[in-house]
């Protein structure tokens, strides 16, 4: 089965990659923080999620590449990597989406850590929680589809029963590799945050 609609068809990879630079400015994450006496939580938008300490590169490939795939018809320097550039960027924005979560509840249960270190003596304790939101899904789904997109434009991929079970399997498998890679990733970092941090409580 094919797309019979020609602009969709031919635009099919702008399109999902308008659907991901529009999904980061929504929701992304929420923040909560519990505490014996009050919670509260707070919602960010990937863009703000990611655009401190260590955010600068995820931000860049998660926003550049949806506007190389974009613009990638336009520009001839790369006409023989397109093949290449359709599949890979949307695999790497999944990895770098999925590896911001991880690093981002990473730091908030390192912040938790850091509060209830500071108020014990106070007898309150702090909760601290991550919670995906709408963007994250939609993120996700977007990449995913522009890998989708990538395969029907460059590699022949079909939409038929055959190309699902193919679609199916390489997505899962997509997002399992980017989940366990992020989860590396967010246990190296972690551990040199640590050892940070051992190192100045012996200063």
Do not use: W
Request: proline share 2%.
């Amino acid at each position: 089965m094919k797309i019979k609609n020609e602009f969709i068809n031919k635009n099919l990879i702008a399109l999902c990659s308008a659907v991901s630079i529009l999904g980061l400015l929504l929701p992304f994450v929420k923040f909560t923080a519990e505490s014996s006496y009050c919670s509260d939580s707070v919602y960010a938008s990937a863009f703000q999620a990611i655009s401190g300490s260590n955010g600068h590169i995820i931000s860049s490939v998660i926003l550049i590449g949806p506007i190389l795939l974009i613009v990638m018809n336009y520009i001839k320097q790369i006409e023989k990597y397109r093949k290449t550039i359709a599949i890979a960027i949307p695999g790497a924005c999944v990895f770098f989406e999925i590896i911001s979560y991880f690093l981002l509840s990473s730091g908030m249960n390192s912040a938790s850590d850091t509060a209830n270190s500071v108020m014990s003596s106070l007898n309150v304790s702090v909760d601290g929680s991550t919670a995906p939101q709408i963007g994250f899904f939609i993120l996700l789904f977007s990449y995913v589809a522009t890998a989708i997109a990538g395969g029907m434009t460059y590699h022949g991929l079909t939409l038929d029963k055959e190309g699902f079970e193919k679609v199916k399997a390489g997505s899962v498998e997509m997002v399992k590799i980017a989940s366990e890679k992020a989860s590396d990733v967010t246990h190296k970092v972690n551990g040199v945050a640590n050892e940070k941090k051992m190192d100045e409580n012996k200063k």
